[in-house]
């Protein structure tokens, strides 16, 4: 008899700050997330219509609006996909506002920060089972 467990949740990270993006991605595999890095935001659109759905998609909020647009019009034909975090840096004066069902949510970054940003990708995915050690 085996024993089906939930699949592994897949975050993907659209930053062009290579060394933040390198940190978080090391920080979320450690906690058995499967991530995506993606130094090319505008990108985005494309991988999150692929074939392969996303847990929870954290995206910098500097990008082509046409992007983020496409972003939203794919996160809302989507029944209880993937969810957005728009990653705001430290230096990000912008207010956005979004409807309330809108699954997006927001997240200041910084350098010294990977560790709450890692606990905010689990306060929302949960966190993944551990494969028992052999």
């Known amino acids: 008899m085996t024993t089906r467990r939930a699949p592994q949740p897949r975050i993907l ?18 906690m058995g997330y499967s991530v995506t890095e993606c130094l090319e935001p505008d ?7 692929g074939s392969r ?13 046409m ?3 496409e972003i ?8 209880g996909g993937t969810k957005i975090m728009m990653l705001l840096d430290q230096l990000d004066s912008a207010t956005m506002h979004f409807r309330g069902n809108s699954n997006i949510l927001t997240h200041r970054i910084a ?11 689990a306060a929302q995915v949960g966190v993944p089972e551990r494969k028992p050690d052999v």
């Open 13 to 30: 990270i659209a930053h062009r700050d290579a060394v933040w993006v390198d940190q978080a991605k090391q920080r979320l595999e450690q």
């Open 43 to 49: 990108w985005v659109p494309d991988l999150l219509a």
């Open 53 to 65: 759905p996303y847990s929870l998609a954290a995206v910098t909020s500097e990008m082509d609006p």
């Open 67 to 69: 992007a983020q647009a």
């Open 72 to 79: 939203l019009k794919l996160v809302r034909g989507q029944s």
């Open 111 to 121: 350098s010294d920060n990977v560790a709450e940003f890692a606990l905010a990708v």
